[in-house]
């Protein structure tokens, strides 16, 4: 059967959803339908418009298991079924394994990490899930019963990353009420599955659920203003604090840190540096597998960077501060990956040394061409490894030892790379060159020597 045809609710999501950049011209989106209403209905507004934005849509299904093997069984038939209707392929996913608790939480992220695993396979860049403007109150009501800050209270994002790689989360229901999505699924006589779990008043959010169900529709429509209101002043919280930070962070992909100025730092308080430490923790997909900050770790955060020390956190990560860094890593320091090495000669009369300094990045370096050789090798820092660091006194040292003078902790000395040619280490990369490898106006040619780190 043809994909249903398009109705001004389907209009207007497509437009809002255009106008936000959720969804974009030739997106690739795995839609994660369970059977359910809400789900149901994103598969079929989706498909309504696909043709309209250029979109590629397919279904990404995730057996539940845990209802029984016969409820599962008749929702992967039902979103089979779906998906024969709107003519879009459909993709499943296993149950959550055995030994996992039969929690929301741990359902979530089984859901996620497969529909990920999905989405990557078979080459789509988004993720759209069902969640509505109902599903934006309960979570508002959640947190705020929780003590949550506002980042919790900012509610559910329209969309997030999801690590590893560049896939995107995108809720393009967030504003809809779930009533109207029902009376669009009834009028155009198209069926769902209902979980009774979701009734389950034993389960905060259902009995959250209820709650809101006896109250005017409009406490519920309030309650989802008020996150879109807490999230427009959180995105705004979020760009100062990203401009704050922006030309002092420094982040080591084959070290796993991220460094900030401690003294940056020490001026935030509260919500401020829980957005700054969040910020830092993005460029180590600090929250792949999970929440790994609370307040009661942002005021431990703020003891660490009075006293010094370091700092266990949730999920495998770390602070430490040491003189007047802060340093977010991982422990244990996962295993060095060394970079693939790629070198382009340029003659020197074509070279602008002073530009390329201003466009360049640190990944990148120059060297005399001659000096470096015909075979330059990118490779792990050994113990014995000298150099003369460009703008010390021209004399030998331990680049070891230069680490330590420069106050870089073991973890970082430790995940470092340097690029050797004829006459030695020519690059610590992306931290300093040689003095005999610099390039001078006796140079002739220019060897552009990169460490790609993806």
Not at 419 to 447: F, I, N, P, S, Y
């Amino acid at each position: 059967m043809a994909p249903l045809p398009s109705s001004p609710l389907a209009t207007h999501l497509a437009e809002n959803a255009r106008a936000t950049g959720l969804l974009r011209p030739k997106d690739r989106i795995l839609v994660a339908v369970s059977g359910g209403r809400d789900s149901t209905a994103l598969a079929c507004l989706l498909g309504a418009v696909a043709e309209s934005l250029e979109l590629t849509l397919a279904v990404g299904h995730v057996n539940h298991g845990w209802r029984g093997s016969a409820e599962a069984d008749a929702d992967q038939a039902a979103v089979r079924a779906l998906c024969a209707r709107l003519d879009i392929p459909f993709f499943g996913g296993p149950p959550p394994p055995f030994y996992l608790p039969q929690t929301e939480e741990a359902a979530r992220r089984h859901r996620y990490r497969v529909l990920g695993e999905i989405a990557r396979a078979k080459g789509y860049g988004s993720i759209a899930t069902g969640h509505h403007a109902g599903d934006q109150a309960e979570t508002l009501l959640m947190r705020l019963l929780r003590g949550s800050g506002l980042v919790g209270l900012a509610g559910i994002p329209p969309s997030r990353g999801l690590a590893p790689g560049n896939l995107r989360v995108i809720r393009p229901l967030l504003e809809v009420a779930p009533e109207t999505l029902e009376a669009w699924l009834s009028e155009r006589a198209i069926p769902w599955r209902e979980d009774p779990t979701n009734t389950d008043v034993r389960r905060d959010r259902a009995r959250i659920r209820a709650r809101l169900a006896a109250r005017s529709p409009q406490n519920r429509h309030d309650l989802a203003q008020l996150a879109t209101r807490l999230r427009r002043r959180l995105t705004e919280r979020q760009a100062w604090i990203e401009q704050h930070l922006e030309a002092a962070l420094e982040h080591d992909p084959l070290a796993h840190t991220v460094a900030v100025p401690a003294g940056l730092l020490r001026g935030l308080r509260g919500e401020d540096l829980a957005l700054a430490l969040r910020h830092a923790g993005a460029f180590l997909e600090a929250a792949r597998a999970g929440p790994w900050l609370t307040r009661r770790h942002v005021a431990c955060v703020e003891d660490v960077l009075a006293k010094g020390g370091a700092l266990d956190l949730p999920r495998g990560l770390r602070v430490h501060a040491r003189g007047n860094t802060l340093w977010l890593l991982r422990r244990p320091t996962p295993a060095l990956t060394v970079p693939n090495l790629s070198v382009r000669i340029v003659p020197a009369a074509q070279f602008d040394l002073a530009a390329w300094r201003l466009q360049g990045d640190r990944w990148t370096a120059a060297l005399d061409a001659d000096v470096l050789g015909s075979a330059p090798v990118l490779r792990p820092l050994a113990v014995n490894d000298t150099f003369a660091p460009l703008g010390g006194s021209g004399r030998p040292v331990l680049v070891s030892a230069w680490m330590r003078r420069q106050a870089l902790p073991r973890f970082v000395r430790r995940a470092q790379c340097v690029v050797t040619g004829e006459a030695g280490v020519g690059w610590l990369a992306g931290r300093r060159v040689d003095h005999a490898h610099a390039v001078t106006a006796q140079t002739k040619r220019v060897a552009l020597v990169r460490a790609a780190l993806s």
